[in-house]
């Protein structure tokens, strides 16, 4: 008798999937559904969706060189400019400079007036202001290169690549022993695009109604920074490795925050937490680690909380609705090239944070599900 069990049978909904995409398949039916009225639309709409998949690079690459260039800022800045005039700015030859503006436009970075001149489009006034995403931008240059060969980098163990030079603890046997040169770039990388995460946090979870944070992994403490101006009675304590929390110890300095701010030194993946928060935060923590260093973290944490306390998990999900393609095509390749770490779907932190020995978690919405996500866990009784 054979050990294998049957597959069970697909639902309907697969079945429904499976003929239509073996229809799709069919080149005889696309040339017919690309002339038909009522097909053509959708046929068009796939044909459009796979040369994105196709062209995306070069798209990324649009945008890399507008954020090098400082387009935005310059267009911002000066207002409207004829092509020339952008061209001797940006020090491109005229054929170049158009271009770049003309794909920039085509991605609605740019705009083409009426009159000739340039100005910002939809998608480059949204570049203005938010810093984190031209450093983002910028970073990226080390996934283009390690994504040059994705195969290989399938195929080959975890990091070794640009990425994971870069977060330099992730591939490091003692990360709490790094030098303070290796952390400064991703300690000041993960500052600057704090500020976005944290708005989307405070504006889903009120943090007055506790006395004491303690941010887990929390950086130079820009998270905790933002927090403090958002509920002023609350104290706050940082812990990240010790080069990071010294960092942190000199961003709350200098924006006035130490009399109610402290910072410890440690490893997470290994350390105890310091008592005394009635309110433990990870902010984009647990997708840059492994199963068994979460599970780790998570139970550290539940023995460092009071049996009121409480677990706020925020980072961008897998399997989020509208941004599908964000988890497990960007962060799951994103987190491939670091060398650690793996998107997961809420239902798989929910199942974790159970598994630690909190009582209960919900989801929280938040404004922007693509940028991040909140889950609520409650420490309970241990």
């Known amino acids: 008798m054979s050990d294998v069990m049957p597959a069970p049978a697909p639902g ?74 952008l061209a001797h700015r940006l020090s491109l030859p005229p054929e170049g400079a158009s271009r770049l503006l003309n794909a920039a436009a085509a991605l609605q970075l740019t705009h083409r007036r009426d009159d000739g001149l340039w100005t910002l489009g939809p998608l480059g006034a949204a570049m203005i202001g ?44 003692s990360p ?3 030098a303070p040169d290796k952390v400064a770039d991703y300690s000041a990388l993960m500052a600057a695009s704090q500020p976005m995460v944290a708005e989307e946090v405070i504006a889903a979870f009120d943090f007055r109604r506790h006395q004491v944070l303690l941010d887990v992994g929390g950086g130079e403490g820009a998270f905790l920074a933002h927090v403090a101006a958002a ?10 490795l010790p080069p990071v929390a010294a960092r942190g110890a ?19 993946t290994t350390d105890d937490l310091p008592r005394g928060a009635d309110l433990i935060s990870l902010v984009r923590v647990l997708h840059d680690h492994d199963d068994d260093v979460v599970m780790g973290l998570l139970r550290r944490v539940r023995e460092a909380l009071p049996p009121h306390g409480r677990l706020l998990v925020a980072e961008p999900m897998a399997g989020t609705a509208g941004a599908e393609a964000m988890g ?5 390749f994103y987190l491939l090239a670091m060398g650690r770490g793996r ?30 996500r909140v889950l609520v866990a409650e420490a309970g009784v241990a």
Not at 253 to 267: H, I, N, S
Request: net charge positive; proline share 6%; glycine share 10%.
């Open 343 to 372: 998107p997961r779907r809420p239902a798989e932190l929910q199942a974790m944070l159970a598994a630690a020995g909190f009582a209960a978690s919900r989801l929280i919405p938040t404004g922007t599900p693509l940028l991040t």
């Open 231 to 240: 509920a002023p009675a609350l104290r706050l304590m940082l812990f990240d």
């Open 130 to 173: 938010n810093p984190g995403i031209s450093a983002m931008v910028e970073h990226h240059a080390l996934l283009y290169a390690d994504l040059a060969d994705p195969v290989g980098m399938l195929r080959r163990e975890r990091g070794g690549n640009a990425l994971s030079a870069y977060w330099a603890y992730s591939g490091a046997d």
């Open 328 to 332: 497990d095509a960007y962060f799951g």
């Open 250 to 268: 000199a961003r709350f300095a200098e924006k006035g925050l130490a009399p109610r701010a402290q910072t410890f030194g440690g490893d997470f």
């Open 176 to 178: 709490g022993g790094l």
């Open 12 to 85: 309907w909904r697969d079945r429904f999937r499976e003929f239509r995409e073996g229809v799709t398949a069919n080149p005889r039916f696309r040339a017919w559904a690309a002339r038909f009225p009522l097909t053509r639309p959708m046929a068009r709409k796939r044909a459009g969706q796979l040369f994105d998949l196709c062209a995306g690079f070069v798209y990324s690459q649009v945008l890399f060189a507008c954020v090098r260039l400082k387009i935005f800022d310059l267009l911002h800045e000066s207002g409207p400019l004829t092509e020339a005039a």
